[in-house]
């Protein structure tokens, strides 16, 4: 079996022409959402990847990257078939703030060839090595603050793939397939690497990861026991160390050799000025893997570890249920604060007691603070899951246009993953009685709001209104009953009522 990507054929036009050959749209997927383009881009290396295409979301107006992996013999793919969406429906579930986030996945059979199309997020700041070269160049050293912080966040993602059941190991962990963002937010990528070697071992992708691996400038971030088969979480902990190590120093010299020794690496590590920081990179790439730390003791590891401030913690628990608050509350509740009033004092016996005015509390500054939460960049470090909840959907089934689609093979049908956390519907009945309207209005866990209406005759059934909800993923199967029971409950009352207008209202826990 053989596993590519096709080349992109290069124009010989301006580069105002090349531009616009560049957007072409060349294919769309089978719902239409994510349109293809020429342009290809790199997001770190992937086995059986050599290069990867820029595509729109259409939906979210976002780019995003298309890639493919092809193979010539139809029978192997067939043979492995079980396997790969098995492995594409666990990246599916893969949901963290600090990880490239995996969107959509799909099958296509042809006659000549099968291949699988996957969708990821699309990291257009660059990868950490690119940041790293720049800040060297012009001569700035790397921020204590901003390396304690980059550290965590790149441990807060490993600690969550680590955790899983069964663990997710990321076994490609380089600064080329670690991406920064403006904002100073780090995530991983390439974290399909390791399940993408462990469902193909016989095929030629498994020489691809041999070949990302030898590439000279960077083989010192794969410890001494990769590949051998007794692997485990260890190899993302070197790895890592010497990430840690790079961010410190900028660049581990290698004194005009192709390949970082292991004397280059001991050198940049004692050149580190803080006795802690040394500690803490040495600690992750000792030769033994098992007396390597895990990512979650690493958090606790005193170089990083600091008790979270109660602003933080109220921060995470303001973003983890926003669902539950009004729109905008924040900017509505410091507008109606007296800037001069007193939100808390600090008394001492022996001098003048700290008084803390609301004026001192920007709320441009808060903003952003809360925008930095939401967004992964201050991760709690002492708390992990223990099993990656499954991804929310965007996308239900019932937006997609079936006869949209432009290659043979369907994607795998949608199910909605979220929970309901307010049910509201309101009723309205014609004068003769034959039929009711109804509107539905459905708050979900991640704030989203869904509203439906359809008109009901009085042989429809709340069961039967609850089942095709189901069935169009609009709700999850877990919600279904529930619905099932306040539909029933509202048409009931507003039957029995002889109102031509009734609502109802209901709070999920």
Not at 311 to 318: E, G, I, P, S, T
Request: overall charge negative; some cysteine.
């Amino acid at each position: 079996m053989t596993m590519s990507v096709p080349e992109m054929s290069s124009g010989s036009g301006g580069k105002e022409e090349e531009s616009e050959d560049e957007s072409e749209i060349v294919e769309e997927s089978p719902c239409g959402r994510w349109q293809k383009r020429k342009e290809q881009v790199s997001q770190g290396n992937v086995p059986g990847i050599e290069s990867a295409s820029l595509a729109m979301d259409t939906e979210e107006g976002v780019e995003v990257v298309w890639n493919e992996v092809l193979f010539s013999d139809r029978k192997v793919f067939k043979a492995l078939e079980d396997k790969i969406k098995e492995m594409f429906e666990n990246l599916m579930q893969v949901e963290h703030p600090n990880i490239v986030k995996f969107h959509k996945y799909w099958l296509d059979m042809r006659e000549s060839q099968a291949r699988v199309v996957f969708i990821t997020e699309y990291m257009s700041s660059g990868s950490l090595k690119q940041f790293l070269k720049k800040t060297k160049k012009n001569h700035k050293t790397m921020n204590v603050k901003a390396w304690k912080r980059w550290c965590t966040q790149i441990l807060s993602a490993l600690s969550y793939l680590h955790s899983c059941d069964p663990p997710i190991i990321h076994g490609n962990l380089t600064c080329d397939t670690i991406f920064i963002q403006h904002n100073g937010l780090l995530k991983i990528g390439s974290v399909w690497h390791r399940l993408f070697v462990n469902v193909f071992p016989e095929a030629s992708v498994h020489g691809k990861v041999r070949h990302h691996r030898d590439e000279q400038r960077n083989m010192h971030f794969f410890s001494p026991e990769y590949g051998s088969g007794e692997d485990d979480y260890a190899i993302d902990i070197f790895s890592f160390g010497i990430c840690a190590l790079e961010m410190a120093v900028l660049e581990i010299q290698a004194n005009g050799d192709s390949i970082v020794s292991q004397e280059a690496i001991t050198n940049a590590g004692q050149s580190l000025e803080d006795p802690l920081m040394r500690e803490f990179t040495q600690s992750c790439v000792q030769h033994e893997a098992k007396l390597r730390p895990t990512a979650h003791d690493l958090l606790f590891h005193r170089v990083l570890f600091e008790v979270h401030s109660l602003k933080l913690l109220a921060a995470h628990c303001l973003i983890n249920n926003q669902y539950l608050l009004p729109e905008n509350c924040v900017e509505e509740k410091t507008k109606s604060f007296d800037p001069n009033a007193i939100m808390a004092e600090i008394e001492h016996k022996d001098r003048p007691g700290v008084q803390l005015k609301y004026s001192h509390v920007s709320p441009l500054e808060l903003d952003k603070f809360l925008e930095d939460v939401k967004n992964g960049i201050y991760p709690l470090m002492n708390f992990a899951s223990a099993r990656p909840h499954p991804i929310p959907r965007t996308l239900s089934l019932s937006q997609e246009n079936v006869e949209a689609v432009k290659t043979p093979t369907p994607e795998p049908q949608e199910m909605e993953t979220r929970k309901v956390v307010q049910m509201q519907c309101n009723m309205e009945s014609n004068e003769e009685g034959t039929k009711t309207h109804l509107s539905l209005l459905l708050k979900m866990d991640d704030k989203l709001i869904r509203q439906l209406s359809c008109d009901i005759l009085p042989t429809d059934s709340s069961k039967d209104l609850a089942s095709e909800l189901v069935h169009y993923a609009f709700i999850s199967e877990e919600d279904g009953e529930k619905l099932a029971s306040f539909l029933e409950d509202a048409l009931c009352k507003h039957r029995l009522g002889f109102a031509r207008s009734s609502s109802a209202t209901t709070m999920m826990h």
